[in-house]
């Protein structure tokens, strides 16, 4: 600490000192290519510096989520992109089979009492139960198309 202020107060009389005894300030061309060239190698040291660190640290990552995969082999855990992955599936496979979802639309109690009918009949019921409804559906059609003057 009284270096620091001894310097402090002699330090701005010997840089008065220096310009009255007839330092000039101005560096020579040959000082400022070699203060160019000190301060390349220094940026360069920084940047090569900076590289090494960056390769360090990905493989001690590396190193890390080896470890980390061995315990989820042991454990039988699954990564977490894994298990986003499934869920996705699993939803597209609900809603292709009409959704079980939270979100799926309510049967009426017509349609609630028609699919226990449904369940209810037997082969040959539910055979002439489809051949009724596609005469009538031909029968609809023919009528729709047929015009009685």
């Known amino acids: 600490m009284a270096m620091f202020v001894a310097k402090q107060m002699m ?20 000082e400022k ?9 220094r940026l360069e040291a920084l ?3 900076e590289e090494g660190r960056k390769e360090k640290h990905r ?5 890390r989520e080896g470890m980390r995969q061995g315990i989820r082999d042991k454990y039988g855990i699954k990564k977490k992109e894994e298990i986003e992955a499934e869920a996705a599936e699993q939803a597209a496979a609900q809603e292709a089979e009409g959704g079980g979802g939270l979100n799926r639309r309510k049967k009426t109690p017509e349609e609630l009492a028609r699919e226990a009918e449904l369940e ?3 082969d040959f019921t539910k055979f002439k139960n489809s051949l009724e409804t596609q005469v009538n559906e031909i ?10 003057q």
């Open 11 to 30: 330090g701005s009389k010997l840089n008065a000192a220096k310009g009255v005894v007839g330092g000039d300030n101005e560096m020579t061309d040959e």
């Open 33 to 41: 290519e070699k203060a160019e060239e000190a301060e390349r190698e």
């Open 47 to 49: 940047a090569e510096a």
């Open 59 to 63: 493989k001690m990552e590396e190193e």
């Open 120 to 122: 209810d009949q037997d």
């Open 139 to 148: 029968k609809q059609q023919m009528e729709g198309k047929c015009v009685l």
